[in-house]
């Protein structure tokens, strides 16, 4: 069930502190066969993002020893940051890089690791295409009411999929994780600037609403627009679900176009984690002023 076939994770965990991150990094290097890729921090976010690929065997393993040490190293009862999240591994999600033919066996998989890592006293919720209630696909819905609110979850009966069924003091230390197989995805934000910060946050929240797709916007964009504070910028940050259809290069165009309409400018972006290779069939790293944060080498770049 956990054979060859080829998979990557993305963990989004809710720490940035380099002593951590360092300690997560060796833990998943330690396993073999696995390759890891980039850990990305988000300081404001006080959130880091690792991404590694492997045969699906030894993913779930480093996975497995990324959790543990996630959860020895991270309270959720004193965590802050900007971005949305209900855990100390708030996502785990996993995609499936090899044929499609090893989609069933990866989902089979990935619901073995959660009942796995639920048995060892994690709460999880599956979504995406591990989801097995409808209205836990969406992530969004799957994180509603972040980590506050996942006390008065359990006690209104919205219990996890696998894991503790009872609050308590384990449970409030390490929160939850949302957790699944989903389709390739890529993080990627586009800068503002031209204007003051505060407009520039109103036009970004605009231009936002004008992208996603459950406004009309583009297809698979989910996107919010909002201010980093220790990178002192405005952005429009989004996740491109389907990226096959408008992936980086379609999402930069349409924000530069919408940003000349409303006065201000989008110069360059931000990468978080990898991207396909697939993603320059129209432009380049360069182009899209990638880079301006954080060095983007080809260890960032998939091959596929």
């Not at 002593?19 to 850990?39: M, Q, T, W």
């Not at 970004?204 to 919010?224: F, H, N, Q, T």
């Amino acid at each position: 069930m956990t054979g060859n076939y080829r998979i990557e994770c993305i963990p989004n965990i809710s720490t940035a502190d380099p002593d951590i991150l360092e300690r997560i990094a060796e833990g998943i290097s330690s396993i073999s066969e696995v390759k890891l890729h980039f850990v990305d921090p988000g300081g404001s976010a006080n959130r880091t993002v690792f991404t590694y690929t492997g045969p699906a065997h030894a993913v779930f393993q480093a996975s497995e020893r990324m959790i543990e040490l996630a959860l020895e190293t991270i309270d959720m009862t004193t965590h802050q940051g900007v971005h949305p999240r209900m855990g100390a591994v708030d996502v785990c999600p996993f995609v499936l890089l090899d044929e499609e033919k090893y989609a069933h066996d990866l989902i089979k998989a990935v619901d073995h690791f959660a009942a796995h890592m639920g048995s060892k006293g994690l709460p999880i919720y599956c979504y995406e295409h591990s989801a097995r209630q409808p209205d836990r696909k969406n992530l969004a819905l799957v994180r509603k009411g972040q980590y506050e609110g996942l006390a008065a979850r359990f006690a209104g009966g919205d219990l996890p999929d696998e894991g503790p069924k009872t609050w308590s003091n384990e449970v409030a230390r390490s929160g939850a994780t949302a957790m699944g197989v989903r389709p390739l995805m890529v993080a990627f934000n586009v800068n503002l600037t031209g204007d003051s910060k505060e407009n520039l946050l109103t036009k970004a929240k605009r231009i936002a609403a004008m992208i996603r797709e459950r406004d009309g916007g583009l297809p698979g964009v989910k996107s919010i627009g909002w201010y980093i504070p220790d990178l002192d910028v405005v952005q429009v940050s989004c996740n491109l679900t389907k990226p096959m259809e408008a992936g980086v290069c379609e999402v930069f165009e349409r924000v530069q176009e919408l940003a000349t309409t409303l006065e201000c400018e989008a110069p360059d972006s931000e990468l978080i984690g990898c991207i396909p290779a697939s993603q320059f069939d129209r432009c380049t790293a360069q182009t899209l002023g990638l880079g301006r944060f954080k060095p983007f080498t080809d260890q960032r770049i998939l091959e596929i």
